[in-house]
């Protein structure tokens, strides 16, 4: 059972246009819910992070957009870089268990020049 | 500061050897959790640490895989009897209080068993 669903499994953006990731989840427990961007050869690392209380939360060029009722939540990277092209990763965790998360498969990101 | 690291960065071993991968968190970090990944997929939850106890194993893919951690610190997982669809990468992450709290990842070791 697959918690966590990430679409698309690849993205190809030119320079300066918008990638736009989404996520969406099952269970209503989740409250915390990362997005990591891993290079190859490397660990991910945190982007960006939403609590359910808020509906949009933006950073630099990274914004995540979430919306509870549909339980789903996006990354939107405005003025896409070729240094963007990455495998993002979405992920969610619970308040009160141990905090292990819960990936999407991840969308490869491609920012053509 | 220092970030998460991990040893050996790459381990080649054979069919049926033990192999022994170690985590170094971030310092103060009381939470620790292994994840593997495998080619082309996600991030799947191994086994979580709170200082040095282990509440929850039930990501271990199986009894050959093991973990400690001790000091609160460092950590090992073992895997015994390696088999090839073991090959992954098997990353920590460390977080300061785990609960919804950030994870930090590190390098990975990436592991195959030839």
């Known amino acids: 059972q697959q918690q966590v669903k990430q679409s698309p499994q690849s993205l190809i953006v030119q320079k300066g246009g918008i990638s736009i990731i989404n996520c969406a989840y099952e269970n209503t427990a989740f409250d915390y819910f990362p997005w990591y961007q891993q290079f190859p050869g490397k660990g991910p690392a945190l982007l960006i992070a939403i609590r359910p209380d808020v509906s949009e939360k933006k950073e630099g060029r990274f914004t995540i957009s979430f919306n509870k009722s549909a339980k789903q939540f996006s990354l939107h990277i405005m003025d896409s870089q070729p240094g963007d092209s990455a495998t993002y990763f979405c992920?969610?965790?619970?308040?009160?268990?141990?905090?292990?998360?819960?990936f999407g498969k991840g969308t490869k990101l491609s920012v053509k020049p | 500061g220092a970030g998460v690291s991990q040893s050996p960065s790459n381990k080649v071993t054979e069919k049926g050897k033990d192999v022994e991968l170690r985590c170094d968190p971030i310092?103060?970090?009381?939470?620790l959790y292994w994840y593997r990944q495998s080619l082309g997929q996600g991030l799947e939850f191994l086994i979580y640490?709170?200082?040095?106890?282990?509440?929850?194993k039930s990501g271990l893919p199986s009894d050959r895989f093991s973990a400690e951690r001790t000091g609160g610190s460092v950590s090992t997982l073992t895997i015994q009897r390696t088999q090839q669809e073991d090959s992954a990468v098997y990353l920590c992450?460390?977080?300061?209080?785990?609960?919804?709290?950030?994870?930090?990842f590190g390098p990975g070791t990436r592991l195959t068993v030839t």
């Open positions: 992920a969610a965790s619970t308040r009160g268990s141990q905090g292990n998360l819960i």
């Open positions: 992450a460390s977080s300061p209080t785990g609960t919804s709290s950030e994870q930090y």
């Open positions: 640490f709170q200082g040095n106890s282990a509440p929850d």
């Open positions: 310092s103060g970090h009381t939470a």
